[in-house]
């Protein structure tokens, strides 16, 4: 996968651009990013906020990042050592479509 098309799965899957990286927020609290993907110029990282400080759980090049069967979830980045990353991409995902009500 490319940057641009990370980019476009993690905002398909309930992600948000906070400071320019695709990120996940913490419930109730939309603007507190909790966990991103980092792009650098070969490999793209998946980082979990702590305190103040990022820290990075794993790390992969882009051509070893591919989506699973259903499209929900990345392989190879590392995602398996965030187990609960995917009720966290659901209730953003979730957020951001019933804000579309309220509008």
Do not use: H
């Not at 990370?6 to 948000?16: C, V």
């Not at 400071?19 to 991103?36: E, N, T, W």
């Not at 070969?42 to 794993?58: D, G, I, N, P, Q």
């Not at 070893?64 to 966290?88: A, H, Q």
Request: hydrophobic share 40%; with cysteine; aromatic share 8%.
């Amino acid at each position: 996968m490319t940057q641009e098309e990370l980019t476009a799965w993690a905002l398909r899957n309930g992600w948000r651009v906070i400071a320019g990286c695709p990120s996940l927020v913490k419930p109730g609290r939309p603007k507190d990013a909790i966990m991103r993907l980092s792009f650098k110029i070969t490999v793209v990282s998946l980082e979990v906020r702590k305190a103040t400080k990022w820290e990075k759980v794993a790390s992969a090049k882009y051509e070893d990042v591919t989506p699973d069967e259903e499209g929900e979830r990345l392989l190879g980045l590392g995602f398996e050592k965030v187990p609960s990353i995917s009720m966290l991409m659901r209730e953003n995902r979730d957020a951001q479509v019933f804000s579309k009500f309220g509008k």
